[in-house]
């Protein structure tokens, strides 16, 4: 059986219109997962819950683990905000362990206070592709269950090791490397096998963060790299040097 929701005003809709921002993914413990390949991916490999699908006249469910609602037009747009024009579900949020500020890292770490979603996406992209043990989020930073960072980290971020921990100005940076245009060269320094990277956003960058080891990449006719593309490149290093040839 099929739920009809056509009012802007029903509690369910309200529910899930709220998981568009940070604030409603926190407090339901829930986000909008859309996209098909995504789905298909999810639906292929995920064990997260599926609590709701949500689809308009002209899609069909694709699931029968949870209820299925249809939504009208209008409704299902002001969800579909990727533009996607297919199914919706609405999956449980995976847990986020708090990490202490004095931890000393374990591996490849990344930590970001970035707060463009995009971005973020993006970076949780790249260190589940290099291998990051952990991926730190400050309080600074979206929320990585935001549609749109779901959709820049290409589903990375479902099975993402992530963690939470409080502001970048409370971090011991003793053990943490950070980018920066005044750092040591990438190409002469030397990455230790417990590494962790500090991504800072690109306007406000590290803030009144002591002790931190910066880490500069070296460019030519441009002044600096978009963070992203810059921790990549970190990222890409520890893990070359470590594989060999």
Known sequence: MIDLITSSQNVKFQLWKSLLKSKGIKEHGLFLLSGEKLIFEFLKDSELDIVAELITPGLQP????????????????????????????????????????????????VITPVGDPLNLGAMIRSAVAFGANKIILTSESANPFLPRSVKASSGSVLSAPLFSSGPLSDWDSTWTHAL?????????????????????????GLGNLQNVRKIKIPTMTVESLNATVAASLVMFEYVKIRTGP
């Open 180 to 204: 920066d245009q005044t750092g040591t060269s990438l190409i002469n320094m030397e990455i230790p096998e417990n590494f962790r990277i500090l991504v800072g956003e690109e306007g406000p």
């Open 62 to 109: 694709k699931q029968s683990r949870a209820s299925t609602f249809e939504l009208s037009k209008d409704l299902f747009q002001e969800l579909d905000v990727i533009g996607t024009h297919y199914n919706l579900f609405v999956v449980k949020t995976p847990k986020i362990s708090v990490i202490s500020f004095d931890q000393k890292p374990q591996g490849l770490e």
